[in-house]
């Protein structure tokens, strides 16, 4: 099945401790981002990867830190959370531009006290 | 950085009526997208729009790329309690560097009354 995953689903942790959440897809897709859900804000895009070794920054980057080693795979990094990064976040991918069809992730529940 | 401006915020409608939304912006885009987010999932996307005045449909749902650039326009026709959910426009900006990224409009959020 055609999928978009993300681990953890749901996480509580306190300021400046390290985190990642991963972001995996099985489609082949070149284009992944990460994206941050808040009430009244929509979503908000936090960085973007065009293809492997090939990032960039969305709209709120600050505090945020991605990779994409691999096609598949853009893990986003928390280096030091502040209870601020405490929002749903999403992963997604698309087959090559980022405005035809994406595919989000179920989303991943972060809380930072 | 650019948010759109949704309207309404959310709607509590009868089921059986049509249901229109609007999204817009201070800047261009030469591309609007709308999706439909169900509790507890991501959003899915629902219809794209590529060119100034086009009109689409997938379904029971049209939209429609305003001729300015800067605006869009999504109707529901005789709305069903599967309908509920927070719809999201988005949109790419067309200037040089943009890159690839989506701009989501702030969202409304439809209830469906039985």
Redesign the interface.
């Known amino acids: 099945e055609a999928q978009v995953t993300q681990n953890p689903r749901y996480l509580i942790t306190v300021t400046g401790k390290k985190l990642t959440v991963t972001c995996s897809q099985n489609m082949n897709h070149e284009y992944m981002s990460w994206y941050r859900q808040d009430p009244g804000l929509g979503l908000r895009q936090i960085y973007y990867s065009m293809n492997v070794e090939v990032t960039d920054k969305g709209d709120v980057p600050e505090g945020y830190k991605v990779s994409r080693k691999e096609k598949r795979n853009f893990p986003l990094i928390l280096e030091s959370p502040s209870p601020n990064q405490t929002s749903l976040y999403f992963c997604a991918s698309s087959l090559v531009t980022g405005w035809d069809t994406q595919y989000f992730g179920p989303g991943t529940r972060l809380t930072v006290l | ?4 401006n ?1 309207s309404p915020q959310s709607m509590f409608i009868q089921e059986g009526e049509d249901v229109s939304m609007n999204c817009t912006s201070s800047s261009i885009f030469n ?1 609007w ?1 709308w999706y439909k987010q169900e509790p ?6 629902l219809i ?1 729009l590529y060119k100034a005045g086009e009109l689409t449909s997938n379904g029971r749902l049209t939209a429609q790329f305003g001729i300015t650039r800067k605006d869009s326009f999504l109707n529901i026709s005789a709305s069903i309690p599967s309908d509920v959910g927070i719809y ?1 426009c ?1 949109g ?1 900006l067309t200037h040089t560097g943009g ?9 409304t959020q439809l209830k469906v009354e039985l």
Do not use: C, D, I, Y
């Open positions: 950085g650019q948010q759109l949704q591309t997208l507890g999932e991501g959003p899915v996307l794209a999201f988005a790419r890159g690839n990224k989506l701009t989501f409009g702030t969202g």
